[in-house]
Structures are given as C-alpha cells and as structure tokens.
C-alpha cells in the first residue's frame, strides 16, 4: 500500500483477499454460467451442487469483495494524497480511468476502474478531512442510498434503464460465446453505455462513494498499523458488523427466494450487507495478520503479493476468464457448472499467487502499476530490481 511509495503488508494481503472474492464472483460472468437458466444449468457437470452453492456464495461474496476491495481504495486514496498533494490524486485518476476504460472496450464491459476514479475525483474534497467526519459523510450518504433505492421502486416503473440493459445484454451474449475478436469489442462498445446506466439506477457509484468515505476514515485513523490500541479498534469494528452484515446478507437472499425484491426490509438488507461484511472482513484479517505473531504473517504471506499487483491481476482475471471461455479463445463458454468454476478458480487463484510472487522477486511492482506510475509522475521508474 502506497504511503510515501512505502508498503504496509497487511494492507497488501488484504487487497489480495478481496482479488479471491472478486474472481469467485466475476468467473460467473466470464464463464457464461451467469447467463444460463436452469434448464441450461441442470445437464452441466456436478450442477447438483449449484443452487446452495450460489446461494452461500451469494451471501459471503457478492458485493462483499467488491465493497473490500472499494475500501482499500479509499484506503489508499487517503495515504498517496497525503504524501503527494491532491493535484497527483487527480492524476493518478485520470490514469485509472485511462485503464478502466481500456479494459472495459478491450476486454470486459463490467469493469470497476472507470467507475473508481470518476468517484475517485470526487472524493478529492473529503482527502484532507478528519475521520469523523469522514464517517458521519459515509453514514448520511449510506442512509440516502437507503431511502433513494426506496424511492427509485416507483420510478422504475418509468426509467426503463435496467430493462435496456437486459435487453442490451441478451443481444450481445451470443456474440461472447461464439463471436470473432473483433465482434467483441464491438458488443462490448454497445454494452458500456448500457452498464453505466444500469449501475446508476443501482446507485452504485453513491455505494462506492460510502466505502470510499468509510476506507478514508480507516486511514485517517491508521487502522492498518501494529499498535494494540488499532488491534482493539478492529475487534470492535468486527464485534458490531459481524452480526449486523451476517444478518443482512442471508436475510436479503432469503427474501430474494421468497420473491421479494422491493419491499423496505429488502432495501435494508441489501445496503447494509455489503459494507458490514467488508468491514468484518477487513478488521478480522487485519487484527489476525498484525496481532498474531507468526501465524498471522504465515497467514498473510501468500495474500501479499498478488495484492501488491492488485491492479495487473484484476485485469489478467478478466483476460484469461474472456481468452478461456469466450468463443474467439478457448469456446468453453456456458459449459461448466458453478461447482467447477470454483475450482478453476481456486487453481487460477494459486497460479497467480505463486506468478506474482516471482514477478516480484525480480521486479520492483507489477507491470500495470508501473505503466499507472510511470503516467502519474511524468518519468519512467526503474522496474527491474538491481542487486546493488
């Protein structure tokens, strides 16, 4: 984690926790499966196992990864404009956004970058405030997402965004699954718009500006640090949100069962659910990897690096998942069952641990950071470590 372009391992183990997350979730997508029903479930390989598996999946990883891993953002917006100023915090924006926009044309329209640093610029104003008030901002904005997914039941009886996404959507998947290159890129042009719109529907960016805020105040307060009084602050944090993220994220999937998708309880559940858990995630691992001893950097060890290359790994996700199952690569697309995504995933996920390992070992940082590093200074860094 940057702080004065220094690291603190914990952070960077974390960062590589949510990367897990985030690729058990995003491989559903990548591998077609999202896109079946159950008639085209059923036949697949082990797909007995697929409908609890989802379901806890659902609770324990859908949009508790992503919500980590805003955190940490917000986490390190705060340490780098610290040391650097907010005129680099906007630079370093404009490179992400460079990134995010790339990889959503290139490769995957579902990208998060983009959407990172235009929130990313607007959290500039908050990046010299105290952590209180960082966090009565996360709360009042938390509480007005709350009321406005309320409010946007009845409207979206009028706003036809989410419906002209689907729509979009079923139009191009054909293409994903047995298009030309080429045919790709294409769709993913007409599916980029559609994504925006949809996630503003969502309020999605409001809920990114929340963790961003949340992630901010953690920094402030120096969470991440080795000191007996943070250890108390995390278990604390863990004790309070624990119970209320746990209930929320199998009460809003209960409710999703049951077809209820727009009543008041619904709505609290599912905006409480993936901040809490991301908060308990984060404070448990960061109290066990700093206040442990040995085990807790035994623990954290293989977590490390491929989080200190979080931003090249995220983007080799999504390009081996496309190269993997798309029709243009491998043509595996929406033949595998959820059961055995995730074990390709687990091996994806070690391969990419033990990858990023030795990348480090000769390199000073993973190749995508060094490019968004080298765009933020104005100067190329050296890369290759030497043994002076």
Known sequence: MPSGYGRIDALDALRGFALLGILVVNIQVFSGWGFLGPEGREPLSRSEYDHSLLFWLKVFAHDKFYSLFSLLFGYSFVLVAASKGAFFHLKRMFGLALIGLAHALLLWPWDILLMYAVIGVMLTPFLRCGPKTLLSAAGILLMAVGAGRFLLMDAAKTITWHQDWLSALAEQVPVFAAGAYGEVRQANQALL??????????????????LFLLGAAAARWGLAKPEPKKARALVLIAIVAWPIGLACAIGEQWLVEQGDTTSALFIVNETL????MAMVYGSLLMWLWNNTGILGRLLRTPFAPIGRMALTNYLAQSAIGVCLFYGFGGGYF????????????????????????????????????????????????????TTA
């Open 193 to 210: 718009p559609a994504n925006i719109l949809d996630r503003l529907a969502d309020l999605r960016p409001a809920r990114v500006m929340v």
């Open 273 to 276: 659910a993936g901040p809490a």
């Open 334 to 385: 929406a033949e595998y069952s959820l059961a055995n995504l995730m074990l390709f995933s687990a091996i994806l996920f070690i391969a990419q641990v033990l990858f990023s390992a030795l990348w480090l070992a000769l390199f000073r940082q993973g190749p995508v950071e060094w490019l968004w590093r080298w765009q933020t200074q104005g100067k190329r860094s050296p890369l290759l470590k």
